[in-house]
Each structure stands twice: as structure tokens, then as C-alpha cells.
T-cell receptor, first 114, second 113 residues
Framework: NAGVTQTPKFRVLKTGQSMTLLCAQD?????MYWYRQDPGMGLRLIHY???????AKGEVPDGYNVSRLKKQNFLLGLESAAPSQTSVYFC?????????????FGEGSRLTVL | GQQVMQIPQYQHVQEGEDFTTYCNSS?????IQWYKQRPGGHPVFLIQ?????EVKKQKRLTFQFGEAKKNSSLHITATQTTDVGTYFC?????????????FGQGTELSVKP
């Protein structure tokens, strides 16, 4: 049982380049999330999805786009990368309920923008 | 917007000492969750509190949810080196906010043997 899988795990980009981070979960979870983690800032919510075909903005959505075309996948896109987007990105998923249940996290994707 | 504040940011203790981290929200929460992240790892779920005034224990860990559902704490008794890591609280508003879950900044715990 793979749980939540993120690809790639590491990536170096130049300013202005674009890329997509892929998150896949095999637990049939409704909710999926993208967080970024920076020193001293904790985990900040970028975008999230409460079901296939739906997305919503989190705390820090600017500069990112997301898509949830399939229930098991949640893609995070950077159209024009900036050094401020250097971070560790975590994807997570959870079951649907009155409020989010336990979050299952992927192992993270470390992105460096030069 | 909704904010979840967590203090302290860092805590250094001698092995055997107790440790507490506090979490405060600017708004009433539907529930609060706690996670642990080991150095270089990803956050791992510890517990969820839902009821006002709720107290839950896991071995040496005690979790509390405030009466007003705006604050929470995690207390570790007699810390061990295996407790090293960053502890996060995460809160959600009532279900009309959908699946939004906001994390505190975390408390990094180091334990000196």
C-alpha cells in the first residue's frame, strides 16, 4: 500500500521555468492538499480539493495552480518559478467528513529555484 | 483570515524533563489535530480532538482542547531522545469551510541525553 506518493522528490529550476508536481494517493480519499514548508513558517496551505473536479485556495495560493481531474491525483503547477518558491512541498490526503480527518502526507518534494 | 499560532518556536530540554507546546486560534475551531515531524521526514498524525474541554492521553503524551475550542496543548512527560522533532497543531473551522486545515508554525523539540 503506497499511500501518498509525490514526484519528483527533488528538482532545481531556473527563474521563469515552469514545472508540475504530481501527487497520487491510493486510499480513495476525497480531500487532497498541497502545503509548502519553510523554516520558521510551519506548513502553509497553498491549495486544496474536496473532491474530483474541485479546487480551492488556501493561505498562499499566488503563483501556483492546481488541478484534480482524477480523484486519486492532485497536481501543483508553477507557471513561472521564482526564487521565493524555493521550498519543500508536501501533498496530503484525508477522508471526507464534517471536518478533515487524519492527514496522510507524502514524503515531500524539495524544489530549488535559482 | 484564520490564524493558528503556536508557541514556543523552539524548546531545548534535558532528557527526563517535561515539555509543553501551546496552540491558539483566532477563531473557534471544529477540531484540532496534532502532528509530529522527525528531522528530514514528513508530518505524521498523532491525534484529533473534537469536543470542548477534551483531554486525551497517549502514553507520555497528553493533549487538551480548550473549553472555547480556540486553544490546545500538547504535554510530554519525562521526555526521551525519541521525542525529538517538530510538533504541529492544525485546526479546521466548522464544516462550512470545507476541508481547509491550517497548521501552526510548529515547536521544534530537542532533547539532550
Amino acid at each position: 500500500n503506497a499511500g501518498v506518493t509525490q514526484t519528483p522528490k527533488f528538482r532545481v529550476l531556473k527563474t521563469g521555468q515552469s514545472m508540475t508536481l504530481l501527487c497520487a494517493q491510493d486510499m480513495n480519499h476525497e480531500y487532497m492538499y498541497w502545503y509548502r514548508q519553510d523554516p520558521g513558517m510551519g506548513l502553509r496551505l497553498i491549495h486544496y480539493s474536496v473532491g474530483e473536479g474541485t479546487t480551492a485556495k488556501g493561505e498562499v495560493p499566488d503563483g501556483y495552480n492546481v488541478s484534480r481531474l482524477k480523484k486519486q491525483n492532485f497536481l501543483l503547477g508553477l507557471e513561472s518559478a521564482a526564487p521565493s518558491q524555493t521550498s519543500v512541498y508536501f501533498c496530503a490526503s484525508s477522508l471526507r467528513g464534517r471536518s478533515p480527518g487524519e492527514l496522510f502526507f507524502g514524503e515531500g518534494s524539495r524544489l530549488t529555484v535559482l | 483570515g484564520q490564524q493558528v499560532m503556536q508557541i514556543p518556536q523552539y524548546q531545548h530540554v534535558q532528557e527526563g524533563e517535561d515539555f509543553t507546546t501551546y496552540c491558539n486560534s483566532s477563531t473557534t475551531l471544529s477540531n484540532i489535530q496534532w502532528y509530529k515531524q522527525r528531522p528530514g521526514g514528513h508530518p505524521v498524525f498523532l491525534i484529533q480532538l473534537v469536543k470542548s474541554g477534551e483531554v486525551k492521553k497517549q502514553k507520555r503524551l497528553t493533549f487538551q482542547f480548550g473549553e472555547a475550542k480556540k486553544n490546545s496543548s500538547l504535554h510530554i512527560t519525562a521526555t526521551q531522545t525519541t521525542d525529538v522533532g517538530t510538533y504541529f497543531c492544525a485546526g479546521s473551522l466548522f464544516y462550512n469551510q470545507g476541508g481547509k486545515l491550517i497548521f501552526g508554525q510548529g515547536t521544534e523539540l530537542s532533547v539532550k541525553p
